[in-house]
C-alpha cells in the first residue's frame, strides 16, 4: 500500500501513479478503465466514414460505359475518331430540347450523359474528373447513393439545358454528372 494524493475521477478512491490511467479529465483507476470499456458501444460507420474495403466498380463500369458509347458511336461515323458525333447512335441518344419537349422523347435525358463530340480534350478531363472523385465518392456513399447522385446530377444538368438553352442545339457529354459529384464532394467536405 503507497501514499498518494491522487484520486479517480470516477469513483473518487485514492490510486498510486504506477495504476493510475489518464482520463480526459484528471485520472482513473484500473477497475474504472476496464467499467467503461466493458459498456462503451462499438463504433459504427457512419455515412462520412470511407469504407476501405469497397472497390469502386459503378466508377469503372461509368468510365467503360462512356469508353464504350464514344468508340461505338466512332466505328458508326464515316468520318471514324474524328467525328463521332455522325453516327446513328448518336443522333438517337443526342438531347435535343426541341425533340425532348415536342416529341416526348424524355429519354434523352439521360442518354445524353454517355455519347460525345469530337473534343477529345474535353472528353477526357471529364473522365479524368470521374475517375479522380468517382472511388473516393463511391467509397464514402456506397455504390447505389453514388449512382442516383451521378444520375441525378446527369438528369439535372440536362433538365437545366432544356429549359434555358437553344431549343435546336443538340447536347451531349457528362458535364452534369461531373458537376454533381462535385457538389456531393463539397457537401462532405463543407460538413
Not at 484500473?30 to 459503378?58: E, H, I, M, W
Request: hydrophobic residues 45%; charged residues 15%.
Amino acid at each position: 500500500m503507497r501514499e498518494t494524493l491522487i484520486r479517480c475521477v470516477r469513483c473518487n478512491r485514492p490510486i498510486c501513479s504506477d495504476c493510475m490511467r489518464p482520463a480526459s479529465v484528471g485520472f482513473q483507476c484500473p477497475d474504472d478503465v476496464k467499467l467503461g470499456r466493458a459498456t462503451q458501444r462499438p463504433l459504427r460507420t457512419s455515412v462520412g466514414a470511407v469504407r476501405r474495403g469497397n472497390r469502386p466498380y459503378v466508377t469503372g463500369v461509368l468510365v467503360a460505359l462512356n469508353a464504350a458509347v464514344y468508340v461505338v458511336t466512332a466505328v458508326q461515323s464515316v468520318y471514324g475518331f474524328n467525328r463521332p458525333s455522325r453516327s446513328a447512335l448518336f443522333e438517337q441518344w443526342q438531347m435535343l430540347p426541341a425533340a425532348v419537349g415536342t416529341s416526348g422523347e424524355y429519354y434523352r435525358l439521360l442518354t445524353a450523359t454517355f455519347p460525345a463530340r469530337q473534343r477529345a480534350a474535353h472528353r477526357d478531363r471529364i473522365m479524368l474528373a470521374l475517375i479522380i472523385i468517382g472511388p473516393y465518392l463511391e467509397r464514402l456513399l456506397g455504390w447505389w447513393r453514388y449512382l442516383s447522385v451521378y444520375l441525378l446530377g446527369a438528369l439535372g444538368g440536362s433538365v437545366a439545358i432544356y429549359l434555358f438553352r437553344a431549343r435546336f442545339s443538340p447536347v451531349v457529354g457528362a458535364s452534369g454528372a461531373i458537376f454533381g459529384l462535385f457538389a456531393a464532394a463539397l457537401v462532405f467536405v463543407r460538413s
